[in-house]
T-cell receptor, first 113, second 114 residues
């Protein structure tokens, strides 16, 4: 069974640009969560989707958005990139409505210059 | 809001020895899950062990076990017979259904020496 796949693995963007990150969950998993990891703030929750519905959103500005498709794949978008958005973005998938066993992808390393 | 405290930024253990990583958390929920995740240099977050809060029995997974003290809101991880491959950052993370999210601690960096 394939694991959680995040693309791209690495990305370099310029300030002011926008970026879209993709996450394909494990087959059969319907929940997808996104986390941002930085040296200063650690791991912070961005948002969580279940069956195409956003169930929770972390304390991030509106520049951060996401969505989930009918096949459970998810994308997150960051508009008007800032230097502080440089981070490792991790996606996790879980089978049911309760994330009682979440599996993570390898992450997307975003660098904003 | 949930808070998670991992008071040991770094720990070191000799190969084949036992080490315990501590974690305390705060939640107003009565039903929740607790997880330990491992993040090696590859940055892949790997699930080590989980504990259901309603279960009194401590979870074990091969060389990994937890000491769950619900009243004290403490959830420590014990690694027995430590191996070089155990070297990583370890994160404690409770999960509640109402929040639909994991709340991570700041992590403990574990070094394993020969």
């Amino acid at each position: 069974k394939a694991g959680v796949t995040q693309t791209p693995r690495y990305l370099i963007k310029t300030r002011g640009q926008q970026v879209t990150l993709s996450c394909s969950p494990i087959s059969g998993h319907r929940s997808v969560s996104w986390y941002q990891q930085t040296p200063g703030q650690g791991l912070q929750f961005l948002f969580e989707y279940f069956s195409e519905t956003q169930r929770n959103k972390g304390n991030f500005p509106g520049r951060f958005s996401g969505r989930q498709f009918s096949n459970s794949r998810s994308e997150m978008n960051v508009s008007t990139l800032e230097l502080g958005d440089s981070a490792l973005y991790l996606c996790a998938s879980a089978q049911g409505a309760q994330n009682t066993e979440a599996f993570f992808g390898q992450g997307t390393r975003l660098t904003v210059v | 809001a949930q808070t998670v405290t991992q008071s040991q930024p770094e720990m070191s253990v000799q190969e084949a020895e036992t080490v315990t990583l501590s974690c305390t958390y705060d939640t107003s929920e009565s039903d929740y899950y607790l997880f330990w995740y491992k993040q090696p240099p590859s940055r892949q977050m790997i699930l080590v062990i989980r504990q259901e809060a309603y279960k009194q029995q401590n979870a074990t997974e091969n060389r990994f076990s937890v000491n769950f003290q619900k009243a004290a809101k403490s959830f420590s991880l014990k690694i027995s017979d430590s191996q070089l491959g155990d070297a990583a950052m370890y994160f404690c993370a409770p999960y509640t259904g109402t929040a639909s999210k994991l709340t991570f601690g700041t992590g403990t960096r574990l070094q394993v020496t020969l």
